[in-house]
Structure formats: C-alpha cells, structure tokens
C-alpha cells in the first residue's frame, strides 16, 4: 500500500495531541509518532495512504497549534521503521 509521510511542526500544549487524533480520526492512519522539545515544540510523524494525504494535510494545517506540515512521499514499510522512537507494549501485554 503507498503511503505518505506526513511531518508536523507543533506548539505542544495541553490537548494537542488529542485535537491531532481527533483531526485524523477519519483518515487511515497507518502510523503515529509524536515528540515533544524543551522548547514547547512538538512532531509528529504521521504516515497515511496516500488517499488520505491531501485531505489529512489540509485538515492538519488548520489546527491552532500546527506550526508547518511537511510531506514527503514514504517507501513500503517506512509506517513500521520511521526513524524517530516508538513506544511499543510488551509482548503478551493486553492493550487498554
């Protein structure tokens, strides 16, 4: 499935990340990152179909906290081996 890597530049703040959930909550998200700074600046990466980019693109960049929204095109398998850390549950951990 061809996907495109979407790269948000935030204010980070309280409910930020929610608002950023919520906003993408009718796109097929296939992968979620999100770091915060010292500096009351957050990323998130976000990795959608590349049905979805366009429209998930305009819908981020109208968020109050949305600082920049960057695309770029992102190869098979990126969704699963993006370079910034991920925070996975332990094997045999249910899911809340």
């Known amino acids: 499935m061809e996907h495109t890597r979407l790269t948000v530049t935030l204010q980070s703040g309280h409910g930020t990340l ?3 959930a919520a906003t993408l909550n009718n796109h ?3 992968d979620l990152t999100y770091t915060t700074a010292p500096t009351n600046t957050a990323t998130a990466v976000v990795c959608v179909t590349q049905a979805d980019a366009l429209r998930a693109q305009h819908k981020l960049r109208r968020l109050v906290d949305v600082i920049d ?3 770029s095109p992102a190869s098979p398998g990126t969704a699963e081996t993006a370079d910034v ?3 996975r549950q332990p094997t045999g951990t ?3």
């Open 94 to 96: 249910p899911l809340p």
């Open 18 to 20: 929610a608002r950023l």
């Open 69 to 71: 929204v960057t695309p």
């Open 85 to 87: 850390p991920h925070t």
């Open 28 to 30: 097929a998200v296939l």
